[in-house]
Antibody, heavy 119, light 108 residues
Framework: QVQLVESGGGVVQPGRSLRLSCAAS????????IHWVRQAPGKGLEWVAG????????YYADSMKGRFTISRDNSKNTLYLQMNSLRAEDTAVYYC?????????????WGQGTTVTVS | SYELTQPPSVSVSPGQTARITCSAD??????AYWYQQKSGQAPVLVIY???ERPSGIPERFSGSSSGTTVTLTISGVQAEDEADYYC???????????FGGGTKLTVL
């Protein structure tokens, strides 16, 4: 089954750290760029970060630079997001999503999300 | 970067046509994508490259582009189409992803 499954969310105090994971299955993970997108309660989608298929290129939204680090382990078919110095405004559902060149680099496959609460 | 502007809400009756716009405030315009997000669910891609529809997406969903504005059109709206819709674009080098603020489609 083609899917992405996020994990690692939870309740964390301000200033602390958390690492999210995104496990891929059903497709060749190492072929695709993968991104993190978040959604605060009652708000819209906000892009967080992205990483190229071979991990050579990493991109971040300005508000996340310096605090968040995206990485991947293609041998484990897993994407990560290390979040440091967490703030209340980081409270959100975090989704991972695959970017597919076959769909002109649209985000064609999303996980179900993992919830992070900073409080 | 630039911004993508969507109307906060659109309301239509069943069977009518819903049109949701997304305007970029800068040129050149990159290709746009549309996602449907139903309550409590992850987003689903419904249109890519301005006008293309992924397999499995009903034909009543279509996209168009004119200048710096793209439009998602849902013909013959059904109750199940009630959702939030987001446009998305980025830069030609794919170094960032940009979402519009989202439009809540209400089926009356």
């Amino acid at each position: 089954q083609v899917q992405l499954v996020e994990s690692g969310g939870g309740v964390v105090q301000p200033g602390r750290s958390l690492r999210l994971s995104c496990a891929a299955s059903g497709f060749t993970f190492s072929y695709y760029d993968i991104h993190w997108v978040r959604q605060a309660p009652g708000k819209g989608l906000e892009w967080v970060a992205g990483i190229s298929y071979e991990e050579h290129n990493k991109y971040y939204a300005d508000s996340m630079k310096g605090r968040f680090t995206i990485s991947r382990d293609n041998s484990k078919n897993t994407l990560y997001l290390q979040m440091n110095s967490l703030r209340a405004e980081d409270t959100a559902v975090y989704y991972c999503a695959k970017r597919d060149p076959g769909y002109n680099y649209a985000l064609d496959l999303w996980g179900q999300g993992t919830t992070v609460t900073v409080s | 970067s630039y911004e993508l502007t969507q109307p906060p809400s659109v309301s239509v009756s069943p069977g009518q046509t819903a049109r949701i716009t997304c305007s970029a405030d800068a040129l050149p315009k990159q290709y746009a994508y549309w996602y449907q997000q139903k309550s409590g669910q992850a987003p689903v891609l419904v249109i890519y490259k301005d006008t293309e529809r992924p397999s499995g997406i009903p034909e009543r969903f279509s996209g168009s582009s004119s200048g710096t504005t793209v439009t998602l059109t849902i013909s013959g709206v059904q109750a199940e189409d009630e959702a939030d819709y987001y446009c998305q674009s980025g830069d030609s080098s794919r170094t960032y992803v940009l979402f519009g603020g989202g439009t809540k489609l209400t089926v009356l």
